[in-house]
Structures are given as C-alpha cells and as structure tokens.
Nanobody, 118 residues
Framework: VQVVEFGGELVQPGGSLTLSCAAS????????MGWYRQAPGKQRDVIAT??????IYADSVKGRFTISRDNAKNTMYLQMNSLKPEDTAVYYC??????????????WGQGTQVTVSS
C-alpha cells in the first residue's frame, strides 16, 4: 500500500490551505484515515481522524480544520483555515485497513511541509 500527500506550501497567517492524501495498491477496505503533524524538535501528534462515520479533531485545530474523505478514490483531504504560525509542521497521512488477502495494514505517507509565515 502506498500513501502520498499533496498540497503543502508556504502560506500567510490567516490564510487557507487544502492537503490531499491518496492511498493506492493492495487495498480491499480502508477503516480509518488520519492526519498527523510534526514540528521541528517535537513529537508527531494526531490532529484529525476519520472513520466511516466519525471525525475527531485535536483541540488545537478544532473549528479551523476539516477532514473529509472520498471512499471511491481512497483519498482524504484536510481543509485548513485561519492558519497560524504554530501550524507550521510536516503533515503526515496515515491509512489503516485490510488488503485483498484480508491482512491488516498501516501505511504512512512521506509527509508534506506546511509553513505559515509572513
């Protein structure tokens, strides 16, 4: 299973940005997808997750970020509004599910850099 993130770039404070995550390969079913981020010198933290019917957000992004997914395309999005300098980090996509052989998988993308600065 391969996971790729797209969309990271430099954006001004108060701006908006949308990240995309595409999963491909031996995928029978995706059970959960999530966005994580890691700032320099800090641990990787979960910021938003989405399952079939539930979304969960970290307090730091609640009300500003929106996670969504397109099941037909095995793709997930993160709409980020009202961006702050403290949102600067490498953003990672995580995908968990089952292969066609009904084996579990957990896959990570390589990360995409989001920088919020004037």
């Amino acid at each position: 299973v391969q996971v790729v993130e797209f969309g990271g770039e430099l954006v001004q404070p108060g701006g908006s940005l949308t990240l995309s995550c595409a999963a491909s390969g031996n995928i029978f079913r995706i059970d959960a997808m999530g966005w994580y981020r890691q700032a320099p010198g800090k641990q990787r933290d979960v910021i938003a997750t989405i399952t079939e019917g539930t979304t969960i957000y970290a307090d730091s992004v609640k009300g500003r970020f929106t996670i969504s997914r397109d099941n037909a395309k095995n793709t997930m999005y993160l709409q980020m509004n009202s961006l702050k300098p403290e949102d600067t980090a490498v953003y990672y996509c995580h995908v968990a599910g089952q292969t066609f052989q009904l084996n579990r998988f957990d896959a990570w993308g390589q990360g995409t850099q989001v920088t919020v600065s004037s």
